[in-house]
Structure formats: C-alpha cells, structure tokens
C-alpha cells in the first residue's frame, strides 16, 4: 500500500495532496497543470517535497519529520515518463535490461521473455529508439521499468504523445500488465476514458490538492 | 615518396608521440573539468573557467615560460616532483608533451562542455529511476551522449598539441632526438642555408597528418552521432 501526504510550492503554485494507492492500479486523474506530474516525481524521488511523508508498504521513501529521504536511484519505482525517454545510445534490447544491470539482479531469461511476450516487442529488440513508432517506444518504455523489478509502477500520460488510433493499440497491453504484472499501479492522466479503463480506484487532482477519491464514478461527472 | 633523414623521421615520430599522449592524459581532465563547468554552481566557477581558457589567450611563449619558471629542474615544484617522484619535465619528451597538453586544454574542454550541456537531462532522471546511482548515470547516460563532444575534443586537442611550437620550444628547448618535434625541425631547417628541400619535405609530412587525423575524426564523429540518433 502507498500513502503519501506531500507539500511543496513552486513559484505561485502550491501542492498539498494526500492519498492512499491500494493494490491494482490507481487513476491520478484532473486537468493539465493541476500537479500531477510533480505528484508522482515526488513519489519517485526526482522532486523533494517542502514538508510531508511518503510510504511504500512500510517502507519510508520520505520523511520530513524524521529527515529521510532515500535517493531515487535505490527506491526502486518502475517510471514510465509522458515521451518514453528511451536510451538513445542503446539497443531496444540493452533498453530493456538496463535497470536490472543496475539494480544488480541476475539475469532472469524467463521474466524477460515474458515482458517480451505481454508487451509484444521481440521484434524490436536488435533496433534502436530512433527509429521506433510513438506506441513501439511506450511499450518499450513499459517492459523497461517492468523489468527492474519495481515495487510501485508510475505511469506519467503514456498514451499523451500518441494519435487516437494508437491509443487504443496499446490500451490492452496496459490491462494486461495491470492484470498480470502483480505490481501495485498509478496511473496519471486527464482522460476520463483511459483511467476508467485502467483504473479501479480514482483519486481526483485539481489547483495541486486531492478534491476527491472514490470509484470510478468520479470520473462521469 | 618523402626523402627524410634519419633525424626528421624522429622528429615526425616524436611528434606523433607526444601529440598522443599529451591529448589521452588531458582528456579526462578535460572531461571532469567540462562536466563541473556545464552542471555546478560554485564560488569561484568564472575563475576556473578563465583559468581554464587562459592559455588560449596569452602568448604561447608566457604560458612556456611560466611552466618552466614552476616545473623546471630548479623550480619549486619540478626540484619537489624530480626528488619525491622522479617526474623530470624539463628538457624531456614529457615535458613537451605537457606543454602540448597544457596548450591544447581550452580546445578539448569547449566542444565537451557544450555536448554535456545540450544532454536532455530527463535521460538522466530516467536512468536514476532505473537504479543507477551518481556514478553509473554518468557512466552509462552521461558520457555516451557526451561522445560527440568528446572526439571532437579530443580531435582539436591533438591537433593543436601537432602543431604546438612556443610553449614547447621555451619549455623544454629544441633537442633532436628528445624534444624535437616537427615543427621545431622545420623551424630549425629554415635557419639553416640549404634547409628548404628538407623543411619542405615535412611540411608535406604534416600536411598528411593533420589530413589524416581531420579525415578519422570526421568519420568517428558521424559514427557516433549515428549511433545516438537510432540507425
């Protein structure tokens, strides 16, 4: 289970959002600009919240109070970011097993060819993220957080660089990860539609603070 | 084709040699110093920058004789590296090609600051995120994205550290043999009454080389930025 209870203020604008992320997956939903993304930077390390408390089933991420704040690199959350940001410089392959290279984990053959096969990118594995399409390098950003292990996933919009049509290409890979991957999931974005199909729990975001959680009947309204 | 004595193909050599080391020692220097300049913030940044260009600016002679009045046999620290770790510059190979080094520094810090300053940074949260810790980010996102800058750094650095002549020269003198590179062979020949010939035949022996290593930095340069946009 994610608590996480974080204030920060950034120039004008101010955060302060509490939520709790259960099992599943979590819908980070409200407008462009209300914060979300910083949100979950902050769950990942990448931001330091001003004051607050972030946990990770018992883990403490960050503690204002008693001075914790672990570095981003040993949190271990799987982070897949709005455009990808896929290592220009390796293969879809290298790609691929880069945070278990440094996470240190053995390499586990049969885990990779079972992202490989949810996610369907055997046939890129030889190219480079050049020259992949918008959905390809999603879903290579997708199996590349997966196979760190992660113990919480983040998905930042991942379907916002892509044309409607592609959408809903990878839309059911994102219900099986949530079906199959056994990782605890939020999920962020500003479109009623994707988090109601990802989603099982809704947590509302506006102006940077929660203004409701609840089922996905938030989201009709 | 080149009809050169046995005395100007050691001079060749000598240059070849001292162009190389002079550009792999300062090259990761030129790294560490590039990186701080393009990523901190601190007390002092415009100074170590100024430092950093000032050989390009002052006349090559000063930055010569400057290295000799510290690094020479009776100077302060040349006498203290001779008698602790029998380091000898002066009137040595090595101390020209630290003079080459020394000289050619501002041009390899330049082209690999603005590569480490134009990586999109995002890159570098998300290999963070992926488990790397400070070192391997830089390791494995950092520095490959920086190659670019990179060989052209280490290209220029070589070629001014080929060409280089004043500091040199003041710093560790003329000798064939030790510290006789190119160009003071053919500084040395147009000194001399029947000189020309010889002094026109590495003239052409320098042409080559600086077309050589232009030609090979050109080709690894486009290798490199290939590979980092995807082909």
Known sequence: ?221 | MFDLSPQEWVAVQLSLRIAAVATVVALPFGIAIAYVLARKNFWGKSLLDALVHLPLVLPPVVTGYLLLITLGRRAPVGAWLAEHLGIVFSFRWTGAALACGVMAFPLVVRPIRLSIEAIDRRLEDASQTLGASGFWVFATTTLPLALPGIIAGGMLGFAKALGEFGATITFVSNIPGETQTISAAIYTLTQVPDGDRAAMQLVLVSIVISVAALVASEWLARRASARLHGV
């Open chain 1, 1 to 221: 289970m994610l608590t996480v209870a974080v204030e920060k203020t950034l120039g004008e604008f101010r955060i302060d959002a509490r939520f709790d992320g259960e099992s599943g997956a979590t819908g980070l939903f409200g407008p462009s600009g209300s914060g979300k993304t910083s949100i979950i930077n902050m769950i990942a390390g990448l931001m330091t919240p001003d004051r607050g408390r972030v946990v990770l089933d018992e883990l403490v991420l960050f503690d204002s109070t008693a001075r914790i704040d672990m570095p981003v690199a040993q949190r271990r959350i799987g982070y897949v970011f709005q455009e990808g940001r896929l290592f220009p410089h390796l293969s879809i392959k290298s790609n691929l097993d880069y945070g278990r290279w440094m996470t240190g984990f053995a390499a586990d053959t049969a885990a990779f060819a079972r992202v490989v096969e949810l996610l369907d990118v055997g046939h890129l594995l030889d190219r480079r993220p050049g020259k992949l399409s918008g959905g390809e390098r999603q879903r290579v950003a997708v199996g590349r957080a997966l196979l760190m292990r992660p113990r919480l996933l983040l998905l930042d919009e991942p379907l916002a660089s892509l044309d409607a049509g592609r959408k809903d290409d990878i839309l059911p890979y994102l219900e099986r990860l949530r079906d199959e991957a056994k990782v605890p999931i939020v999920y962020v974005s500003h479109d009623p539609g994707e988090v109601k199909r990802i989603a099982s729990r809704v947590v509302r975001i506006e102006g940077g603070s929660v203004v409701a959680t609840g089922g996905v009947e938030l989201l009709g309204a």
